[in-house]
């Protein structure tokens, strides 16, 4: 089988070839111990540093380039290449402010967070309320690596005349309106200072929906090593 970069070594196989020393572990916690202690003792096939306690575990793609996971012990198989973001790059609204990045607001109102709509976790940050011609922006500005930004937004609104549109230094990306759910969007970036905007506009008349629109789990191509700027 094709061996992935991923953690630690394959359990088992381990197990199985071992099965004649010693009786095979029937829970979770006796597996992972076995393969604690068989890892203390062995070289490393990945050349990894080891902590005090080592729960994390090397697996492998079968012929057909799938996972290797699952065993009746219950253990996770994690590869290490599986999609995970670093804390500092995303913003979440979980803290239900905007106190995570410099966020700024303008316009006829300003922006909130919110437990009514969310795409993951307890909040969402969602469009101030506005009138007839009025406008409410949440916008930030950020250093960033070459890559994408991407966010999940929704939107429910009259159809083509209130919008939800999304600017990278003031060039419009992409415009939303009317009945849209939850949906992911992703925009390239180059590195550099760049400013992000979120805009939420009515034109002249009618209200359709709930007249608003809502943002949610941005994933900002900022270099985490360097997160969170000097002040």
Known sequence: ??????????????LQLCSSLWALPTTAYEAGMAVVGWLKGNPQPLDT??????????????NYGEPVSGNRWGIDFVAANSSS??????????????????WEHEGDSHWTTTTWEKHSGN????????????STTLRVRLDCISGNITF???VSSESISDCLTF??????????????DWAEASFPVAAGTRTFEWTYSKDYSVAEGDDTAWIDDIAFPVDCSNWPPPP
């Open 1 to 14: 089988m094709k061996r992935k970069s991923i953690i630690l070594t394959a359990v088992l196989v381990l």
């Open 167 to 180: 600017y990278i230094d003031g060039v419009e990306k992409d415009t939303w309106s009317g009945d849209e």
């Open 152 to 154: 999940y937004r929704k």
């Open 49 to 62: 540093a080891l902590a005090p306690e080592v729960m994390r575990i090397e697996t492998f793609t079968n």
């Open 85 to 102: 973001r670093p804390n500092g790059s995303v913003e979440d609204f979980e803290t239900n402010n905007f106190s995570e990045f410099p």
């Open 123 to 134: 909040y969402s940050a969602q469009a101030g309320t506005i009138e007839d011609y009025g």
